[in-house]
Nanobody
């Protein structure tokens, strides 16, 4: 599975973006999919994830209702809707995937496939 993240850009605080992660090589309809981010000088951290069924979503505490993860399996694409963006949300955002049952994992070690990242810059 190859993952291609896109949709990053520069916005002002309070703005919105929609990140996309398009998969190729295999249908991801049974895959757990997640978003992680890495700010300059910091470790990569979990943002959000969605189960293969789409019924279960999990979020990092700092999201606090601002972000929404979703998927369109017909398009083989994962999304992350970013709202009420803050300067501290500035980071490279990565999508990741793994096949599995149960709830989507929060730890990056559990994911097998990774996209190349897309940069989100939020100015104050």
């Amino acid at each position: 599975v190859q993952l291609q993240a896109s949709g990053g850009g520069s916005v002002q605080a309070g703005g919105s973006l929609r990140l996309s992660c398009t998969a190729s090589g295999r249908m991801i309809s049974t895959y757990h999919m997640g978003w992680f981010r890495q700010a300059l000088g910091k470790e990569r951290e979990f943002v959000a994830a969605i189960s293969g069924s789409g019924d279960d979503t999990v979020y990092a505490d700092f999201v606090k209702g601002r972000f929404t993860v979703s998927r369109d399996d017909a398009k083989n694409t994962l999304y992350l809707h970013l709202n009420s963006l803050k300067p501290e949300d500035t980071a490279v955002y990565y999508c990741a995937g793994k096949w599995g049952y149960g709830g989507p994992p929060r730890t990056q070690e559990d994911y097998i496939y990774w996209g190349q990242g897309t940069l989100v810059t939020v100015s104050s």
